[in-house]
């Protein structure tokens, strides 16, 4: 995996950005607003942050302008909530912020397989805030059983923004672990998969 993390001064391509405790207008540039523009002619696979379980609330903000292919769209609970299987204080009741990111990284793995089918098919994967743990889990399982490929290429990109694991300023690098039904610590990929990922974060954001 290669990643590359970034604060970019903005300019006039303007992304709306929602997700657990974030709005605002985000500006993509260079690398971020290049990958944009270069996914029409791939398959595209959104996950959304939390309250968006399908994604779609999302993709109404920032894919205006996208005239490819339809994305995918992938679907998990996208909750946050603490405690046990059983006893979640979450919006559902039902699923903590740990079921949720699980649930959503084994569709996500769905979703890359089944567009992978063509090993020759470039997968651009679109998160935000919540689904940026969702995705990152995912590149990881997905790796396990598809390892980067012997010329380095995986025609695998990830672009997350706002994510909670974004490097020494994301709230996993602040909140303590051991909190029942919270994702503990900063996801980390091992590069397994040769997935790019390209990480995009908002001056100010936590």
């Given at each position: 995996?290669?990643?590359?993390?970034?604060?970019?001064?903005?300019?006039?391509?303007?992304?709306?950005?929602?997700?657990?405790?974030?709005?605002?207008?985000?500006?993509?540039?260079?690398?971020?607003?290049?990958?944009?523009?270069?996914?029409?002619?791939?398959?595209?696979?959104?996950?959304?942050?939390?309250?968006?379980?399908?994604?779609?609330?999302?993709?109404?903000?920032?894919?205006?302008?996208?005239?490819?292919?339809?994305?995918?769209?992938?679907?998990?609970?996208?909750?946050?909530?603490?405690?046990?299987?059983?006893?979640?204080?979450?919006?559902?009741?039902?699923?903590?912020?740990?079921?949720?990111?699980?649930?959503?990284a084994a569709a996500t793995v769905d979703a890359?397989?089944?567009?992978?089918?063509?090993?020759?098919?470039?997968?651009?994967?679109?998160?935000?805030?919540?689904?940026?743990?969702?995705?990152?889990?995912?590149?990881?399982?997905?790796?396990?059983?598809?390892?980067?490929?012997?010329?380095?290429?995986?025609?695998?990109?990830?672009?997350?923004?706002?994510?909670?694991?974004?490097?020494?300023?994301?709230?996993?690098?602040?909140?303590?672990?051991?909190?029942?039904?919270?994702?503990?610590?900063?996801?980390?990929?091992?590069?397994?998969?040769?997935?790019?990922?390209?990480?995009?974060?908002?001056?100010?954001?936590?």
């Open positions: 995996m290669t990643s590359r993390h970034a604060v970019r001064t903005p300019r006039p391509i303007a992304l709306a950005v929602a997700g657990t405790g974030l709005a605002g207008v985000l500006a993509l540039t260079g690398g971020g607003a290049d990958f944009l523009a270069q996914v029409a002619a791939k398959t595209i696979i959104v996950v959304g942050g939390a309250s968006d379980p399908t994604g779609k609330d999302q993709w109404a903000r920032i894919g205006r302008d996208y005239s490819g292919p339809p994305p995918v769209f992938v679907q998990y609970p996208a909750v946050f909530g603490v405690g046990f299987p059983g006893l979640a204080l979450s919006s559902d009741f039902q699923h903590t912020y740990a079921q949720s990111n699980d649930i959503g890359i397989t089944a567009a992978k089918a063509d090993p020759d098919e470039e997968v651009v994967l679109y998160t935000i805030s919540q689904g940026s743990d969702v995705v990152s889990l995912a590149v990881l399982r997905y790796g396990q059983d598809n390892p980067r490929p012997s010329d380095g290429s995986a025609k695998l990109t990830v672009i997350e923004q706002g994510s909670p694991s974004y490097i020494r300023s994301g709230v996993w690098n602040v909140i303590p672990a051991g909190i029942p039904g919270l994702h503990n610590g900063p996801v980390r990929n091992n590069g397994a998969s040769g997935a790019t990922v390209v990480s995009v974060c908002v001056k100010g954001d936590y």
